[in-house]
């Protein structure tokens, strides 16, 4: 009996194993029910299509009349600017005529042609020369703003010498140096290939930047030079030693009436445009305008120009010379 006991514990007991359950199988559709599970997916695939036709209508409604909105104002704009255009040329040819007029009889005054003027009333009539004078120069602003956004300015580009260039603007502002606190110096440039562009804009721009410079310096100097810089171009410079320009106000000083509130800009009349005129007029031109200024000491308003006028280059033949010159006062 123990043999056999311990013949049985020796093997291993195993049980039988278990059978895996066998998988339900899924039920086999008809035709007839696989055909309308299609077709409720096309329906439903249908309706999500009118769906997104409906609203793609609707938002190419709102954009037709979105766009019809905006030529509507667009046009509106257009008539506004052309209307406001049209009012600054006529005011300021008004306005010219009796500007003119003033100037004129003040000139006689001051020429003594009705008798000799004592102390206070010539110093009365040159009061009225420089107000007239001012007014005459807003009433100018005003009228080139108005040509330029009008879109009649014309560009007559030529070849000319920038000695001559420095040499008008010298003589045109001798007479106006009343400060005796205050130099003027043009630098004459040297070495700089010709300019083929619009020599009366170009002297308009730099009027503006020394009229400003010589306005906003109570005493030190102006001084107006030229160099050539990289890419075929020129860069004129007026460089004073007044007020200066606090940063705030560099991104805004080229934009129409703007003027900078300082203490002397409030007691000095103006209407902020030769900036903006200047920065149309040097865009006309290719060019472009900067402005570098600490408050307190002096500013330097630069304009960079191409040595040739964009879109003229077949006309631009015939060069002069190089420019050779040397500094002035």
Same mark, same amino acid.
């Given at each position: 009996?123990?043999?056999?006991?311990?013949?049985?514990?020796?093997?291993?007991?195993?049980?039988?194993?278990?059978?895996?359950?066998?998988?339900?199988?899924?039920?086999?559709?008809?035709?007839? =029910?696989?055909? /309308?599970?299609? #077709?409720?997916?096309? %329906?439903?695939?249908?309706?999500?299509?009118?769906?997104?036709?409906? =609203?793609?209508? /609707?938002?190419? #409604?709102?954009?037709? %009349?979105?766009?019809?909105?905006l030529d509507a104002q667009a046009e509106q704009l257009q008539k506004a600017t052309e209307m406001k255009s049209r009012f600054l040329a006529y005011m300021s040819h008004e306005f010219r005529t009796p500007i003119n007029s003033i100037r004129s009889i003040a000139r006689l005054l001051a020429d003594h042609v009705d008798g000799p003027l004592n102390t206070e009333q010539a110093r009365q009539v040159g009061f009225i020369q420089s107000t007239a004078s001012e007014f005459a120069d807003m009433v100018d602003d005003l009228l080139d703003l108005a040509k330029i956004e009008a879109g009649r300015v014309e560009i007559s580009p030529a070849w000319f010498d920038m000695l001559d260039l420095f040499q008008a603007l010298r003589g045109m502002f001798r007479p106006v140096l009343t400060n005796p606190d205050v130099n003027l110096f043009f630098d004459e440039p040297q070495g700089i290939a010709p300019l083929y562009t619009d020599d009366r804009k170009l002297s308009q721009i730099l009027r503006n930047f020394i009229s400003n410079a010589l306005k906003f310096t109570p005493r030190g100097e102006v001084r107006v030079s030229a160099h050539a810089v990289e890419g075929d171009r020129v860069r004129f410079s007026v460089t004073d030693t007044g007020i200066g320009i606090a940063p705030e106000f560099h991104s805004s000083v080229f934009d129409d009436y703007t003027q900078i509130g300082s203490s002397l800009q409030k007691r000095l009349r103006g209407t902020g445009l030769g900036l903006a005129v200047s920065r149309q007029l040097a865009e006309l031109l290719g060019g472009t305008v900067t402005l570098e200024s600490a408050l307190g000491s002096g500013s330097v308003f630069s304009l960079t120009l191409p040595l040739r006028l964009p879109g003229n280059e077949a006309a631009a033949t015939g060069a002069p010379a190089t420019t050779e010159g040397g500094p002035h006062g």
């Open positions: 009996m123990d043999g056999t006991s311990d013949l049985i514990s020796d093997r291993t007991f195993q049980a039988p194993a278990t059978p895996a359950p066998t998988p339900t199988p899924a039920p086999i559709a008809t035709p007839q =029910e696989s055909i /309308e599970a299609l #077709r409720a997916a096309l %329906a439903e695939s249908q309706r999500e299509v009118q769906e997104l036709s409906a =609203e793609l209508e /609707e938002t190419n #409604r709102g954009v037709v %009349a979105l766009y019809s909105e």
